[in-house]
């Protein structure tokens, strides 16, 4: 009767361990990135007319492509008269509107929230986005170094955190942390 012997080298059982890990870290990464596209909010635009009396701070936040959930950032504007000085901006000449560094925040143009030189008679528009936090959603490569592995789902978009945790002005609508717990529930 002849009899082999195989050596296994050294770390394999857990390299073979982590690679089995791998596929469902993988299987359930991608389920959550596909959820999180599903639950993904809206964009919305800010669209100025850009006239020759649209607001600097409406100019300012023309295109502002933002998460529908959460307002639009304009700067607050503050009036200097003729020859004045403005000792907050240091400005000093013909007078006008001058932006600050400060916001005010606004769900929409002409946001009842907002100063009244910051709404009325304003012709800007909002502009609903649909699809594109999703198209910015994925899930990252999973990755195993020794016997542990890491994956994510990633959202690259402006002012996502704002959206998914939200702020001391708005509420986060958690949409991602939800997508993941949606998954789970049902690998349950």
């Not at 195989?6 to 990464?29: F, N, Q, W, Y």
């Not at 596909?34 to 006239?51: H, I, L, M, Q, Y």
Request: aromatic share 4%; charged share 25%.
């Amino acid at each position: 009767m002849a009899r082999s012997r195989a050596r296994i080298a050294p770390g394999l059982a857990k390299r073979l361990a982590a690679g089995v890990i791998r596929d469902k870290v993988e299987s359930i990464t991608d389920a959550i990135a596909e959820e999180t596209k599903d639950r993904a909010p809206d964009a919305k635009r800010w669209v100025t007319t850009n006239g020759p009396d649209a607001r600097p701070s409406h100019r300012h936040a023309d295109g502002q492509t933002i998460p529908a959930t959460i307002p639009y950032r304009l700067p607050k504007m503050e009036y200097i008269r003729k020859g004045g000085d403005n000792r907050r901006t240091g400005a000093h000449g013909p007078g006008g509107w001058v932006t600050l560094t400060a916001v005010d925040l606004a769900d929409r143009p002409r946001d009842p929230g907002l100063p009244i030189h910051q709404r009325i008679n304003c012709d800007c528009r909002s502009v609903i986005v649909p699809g594109v936090i999703a198209a910015a959603t994925r899930a990252l490569p999973t990755r195993v170094r020794g016997s542990k592995v890491a994956a994510a789902v990633e959202v690259v978009f402006p002012r996502i955190g704002e959206a998914e945790f939200g702020t001391g002005d708005v509420r986060g609508s958690h949409f991602l942390a939800l997508a993941g717990s949606a998954v789970m529930a049902r690998r349950r």
